[in-house]
Nanobody, 125 residues
Framework: VQLVESGGGLVQAGGSLELSCAISGRTFSYLAMAWFRQYPGKEREIVAAVSGSGLSTAYADSVRGRFTISRDAAKNTIYLQMNTLKPEDTAVYYC???????????????????WGQGTQVTVSS
């Protein structure tokens, strides 16, 4: 299983970015997936999660109302639309896939077996 992120970069505070994560190597449909981020020297933290069906989502308090997670089964891709970005959103962002088909979402990094390589998001003030 491979996850490949794209879409990171440098943006000014208040701006927007959309991250994409393409999955290959197994059936994408019905895998719970998520976006995490990691600050230097810190553990990965959940940003947003989506259930296998895509009908249920969850967000960290710090991004709720600004970020939106979505999935496109036809393209085997999930997205993270990030609006009203803040300097504290600066981090490396990772997408993750749960190992089993499930119509729920998961909060913790240890619950995910498959990870992308990460993409840097930098928000300047």
């Amino acid at each position: 299983v491979q996850l490949v992120e794209s879409g990171g970069g440098l943006v000014q505070a208040g701006g927007s970015l959309e991250l994409s994560c393409a999955i290959s190597g197994r059936t994408f449909s019905y895998l719970a997936m998520a976006w995490f981020r990691q600050y230097p020297g810190k553990e990965r933290e959940i940003v947003a999660a989506v259930s296998g069906s895509g009908l249920s989502t969850a967000y960290a308090d710090s991004v709720r109302g600004r970020f939106t997670i979505s999935r496109d089964a036809a393209k085997n891709t999930i997205y993270l639309q990030m609006n009203t970005l803040k300097p504290e959103d600066t981090a490396v962002y990772y997408c993750a896939a749960h190992p089993r088909s499930s119509d729920t979402y998961y909060y913790w990094s240890y619950e995910y077996d498959y990870w992308g390589q990460g993409t840097q998001v930098t928000v300047s003030s």
